[in-house]
Each structure stands twice: as C-alpha cells, then as structure tokens.
C-alpha cells in the first residue's frame, strides 16, 4: 500500500475536530455561551432556541461586551480574556479559560457575534461559517452580546446524525440551562423555546432559585445545609429521605459554581442516606461546595464537567459528616396522619371492576425465587444505621401474628395487632411497593408477559411524542408493550403487558409521552426503567379510599414480607407505621419516661 506524507493539518480542520470534544450536541452550545456571559459580568440572559438548538441558539446578555478590535480573536482558537500564564491555570475562578468554545462552536455551525461594550457608541458584528471568519462590521445593538449559532453541524454530517428530536435535544438544554441558573441565583435567566417562554428565572435568593430545579412539592420536605469555614464551604439544599427517587434526577452537584458530576461527593451522600432510604433509590439533593481554587484542577475535561480534587478524602468525609448530620438531627418522621388528604369513598363500577381485578391480581403466582430468600446469598448490604426518626417509627415488623383480624379505617388505612402493639399501614403505600418489587421482579426475568389487543387501541399524539415513541421502543419491548405510529397524528398499540390489565394501556402510554416530553426524561436510559415502573406500580395499586373486603385486606398482608426481605432497609418511604406497646404506655403516660 502506498504511504501518504504526513503533513500538517488545516486550521479549519483542526478546529472542526476539536469541536468534537466540546460541542456533542446543542446543549453544549448553549452551555459554553451562558459561561461566556457569566463571565463577563452578567445580570440578565436571554436563551432563545428553536427547533430543540438544531436550526437555531441565540444568547443575549447585558454583560460587558466585547470591543470591535477583539471580535476575530473571541472566534480565533486558544485565545482567551481569562488566562494569561501557566500559574493562573491552577487557580482558575471563571467559568471559561481554554479559549476554544466560540472557536468550536464557529468551526461547525453558521455563527455571528453582536457586541457593543459602554465604551463604544455603536455595536459591532461578526460572522463565522464553518471557520470562514469576515471582518467586524458596525451594527445597531444594544450593550452586551448577542451570540447567535445557526444550522449545527451543517458541514460535519456525522454529527448532525447523532442528533435526536427536538423535544429530546431542547430536554438537554433546559436541564443545562437550569443547571447553570442555580448557581448564579443573582443573575435572571429567560428560556425560549419556538417562541414560547419555558423557563422565566428572575434574580432571587439562592435558596428560592435552588428550589427552582425541583417539583414544588419538595418545598415543605427539604433541609438547608450552611457550613461555611475558612477555607471551605458547603451551602444547598437536601431532601429528606421521602423525597428519594429511582433515579438520580433530583441531585445537582456543584463545584466553584461550576455543575460537575463526581463519584466522591455521589458516593458521600449515598452513604449519608445509608439506612434512611431504600437500596436503589436516590435522595434529592443539591449541594454547592467552594474551595480555594488551587485545591481543585478543573483541567481535566474538555466540557469541564469532571473535575480532580486535590484531597478527595477530605471533600469525602466533609460531605458524609455535614449530611449525615443535618439528617439525624431533624425530625424524618412521615407526614402526620391527620394531614394525609383521605379520598372519599367512591363506589362505582369501575372500582367494582377494579375490586374483581385486585383479586384475579392477587392469584396471580409471581414467577418462581423471584424475591431473595431469607437464607439466600445476596451481595453484601449495609447495616441499618441508628434509628433516626422518633417513634412511631416507620419500621417494617414480621407479618402479623395477632388474632385479631386486621381492620380497614376510612378505606385507607389498615391497622393490624402485632406482637408487640400495633401497626397502621397505608394500603396504597403497600400495594404500590408490592407491585413495584413484583414488576422488578417479573423483570428481572425477561420482557413482561404481553397480550395482544384483537383491535388495536388508537390515540392522538403531537410529532414530537411520536418521536419520543419511536425513542423508546427497545424500552417498550421490555415492558411488554407494543405500539407505532399510525398517520402523523395518532399511535396505535397492539400489546399490553397482561399483568397490567388494570390500566387503560392508551391512558398509560399517552402519560408516558407527556410525561417523557415535559419531564426532559432522557428516555433512553436505564433508570427509566424504574421511573416507568414506579408509575405502572403506583397506578395498578389500590388506591385511597378503595374499600376492601376483608380477604382482600388478608391478601395484600400476605404479601408484606415481599417487600420487607426484597429491601433490607428499614427506612425506606414508610409503608406502614408501627406503635410499640412500649410508645403506647408512653404517651398514656404509664412509665416514667
Ligand atoms: N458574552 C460575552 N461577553 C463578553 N465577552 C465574551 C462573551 N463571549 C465571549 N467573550 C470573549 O471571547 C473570549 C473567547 O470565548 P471562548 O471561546 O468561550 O473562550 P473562553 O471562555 O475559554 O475564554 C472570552 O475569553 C471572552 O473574552
Ligand atoms: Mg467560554
């Protein structure tokens, strides 16, 4: 074979292959522009995308511009305003210092920069197309900048195949946009997607802009953490353990303002909710630490999201102690039992239907050592920590032995003797863990079991949950579910997994979709999975205000122990609440304590 010379390669070349490194996708773009404006001084950024980033990102900031002069160099490679010698690099404060966004961004997109700084009467433009840079020209614009990226990756096709939808691309940007706002709380952030406004974050207290990033109902469930030393200091917000989830959506980590993704600090707060929630789940937590600069090389990554600590043990054993101990000194126990909202009892013939179903449900045999025996080896657990909530304690006792039947109160509690007093168990709560172990379980083992539909069941769904559908199916399939498009506005399925024949199948895929498209799920990942089941679980369990006849009642305690050995963890979210003999005298005041 004949050999080729090796020569230098092009500029353009260089930097278009460089931007690989730092553009994936157009979150990356928007990600490196927001820096750029909170660099340089911010108060307001405007993000405005359309076509999920793919046709179009404009950022407008009202920062301090950059002087015409400077415009080809902010688009040139490996020039910056941020670093100027080998020392500044370990202790680098902004955001930006390789010099290479703009650059990158200009090498695979049609770019152009609009800036005016205070001292110049007017603004100035410049224009980067595939690398071909023209030269500045006046222009009217306000103070501030306007970076605006058109076309992505219209010259490396590669790259542009990689691209998913819309909706999946503009989920990314909004969780980088949201990720950069918690930070800067005192900096306001507008999002604008097709024209609509997604997100509007005016400048506010760090707390309420942390708060920001999570459903509303965490609110009232969530503890502050302010350790400040000299050196360092660790300020956010943790869930308490309730709020814990099957993935780790609810968790943002933050270095120098800076959102990283790190074992160490994953792995801290994991230990810190050791005993406190189920194995598998993940807690609500967002944590901002800050450090000397040159304790940390955030040199390590193109994107700069992984970053080295200098010494990992520390920052390690810092956030384990503060966690651990902002959880044990806060009262954990569950909601009061008087402020559940109690459903009233409904008795109409899909809740008769429903009734005939539970019990075709609880026939059903589950597939054979699908739950851990008690004497079965299991890979190692952790040993429940020390109790951390007072009495009543959430605690899961053996299955009851008492003689006295258990008894349903206000169709939504079911209270038991137990040996040593007695237990309130929340019927849905139960359920809804049994199935979800069930469904795991029946996972575990293959698709679930699927039923053809004899006519296929159609519904209407937008062009962008089509191509969410088109997204999931390897999920799907798992699921035991089949369903495709059908014209450019409707779906059709043809299989539903049998065991969920509780559920309306177009009523749960149409959720599904919705869900997919608003929450930005990132449908392709595993912990998906789990999310679906929680929903499949919460759906097909009994709900509030189910009245249930005493061989149902009977029916679901036998299936107690499921959850109780699947889960070594007592903590987890409180299914059942249990009394002590012990508490009861207490509180009659019967013993001297
Ligand atoms: N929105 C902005 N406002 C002011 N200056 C900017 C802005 N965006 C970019 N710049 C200037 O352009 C330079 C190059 O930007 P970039 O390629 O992202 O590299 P870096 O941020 O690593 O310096 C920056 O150093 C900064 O001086
Ligand atoms: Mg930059």
Redesign the pocket.
Known sequence: MSRSPIQPLPPALINRIAAGEVIERPASVVK??I???L??D?TRIVVEVEDGGCSLIR?I?D????PPS?LP??FAPH?????RSDEELFRIA??????????SVGAVSQAR?L?RTSDDSVAYEIHNRGGQIDQPQAAAGNR??V?EVRNLFFNTPARRKFLKGSATEFGHISDTFVRLALSFPDVSFTLIHGGRTILDLPATSPQRRWLAAWPAEFADLCLPLDLRDAEISLIGLIGKPELARPTPKHQYFFLNRRCIRDRFIQHALREAYRGLIEPGRHPAAILLLSMPPQDVDVNVHPTKSEIRFRDSGRIHGLILSVIREKLLGSDLSPVALAARQIAPPVDDPVRQDMRKKLAEFFQSALPQGSFPQPDSPRPPQPAPAPAASPSPSPVPAPIPTGSVPAIQLHNCYLVVESEDGLLIIDQHALHERIMYEDLLARLSHGPLESQRLLIPLTFAASARQLELLDQIQPLLRRLGIEASPLGPTGAAIHAFPSFLHRLDPADFLRELLERGEQESLDLHHEEVLHEVLDMMACKAAVKAGDPLSPAEIEALLARRHLIDRSSNCPHGRPTTLRMTLHDLEKQFKRTGF
Do not use: C, P, Q, Y
């Open positions: 490196e522009l820096e750029n404006s660099d340089a911010v950022v900031d920062a301090a511009g950059i400077e160099l902010a020039a910056t305003s941020k670093l902004t955001m930006g210092f390789r010099g290479e966004a703009l650059a920069i800036s501030g900048t970076v």
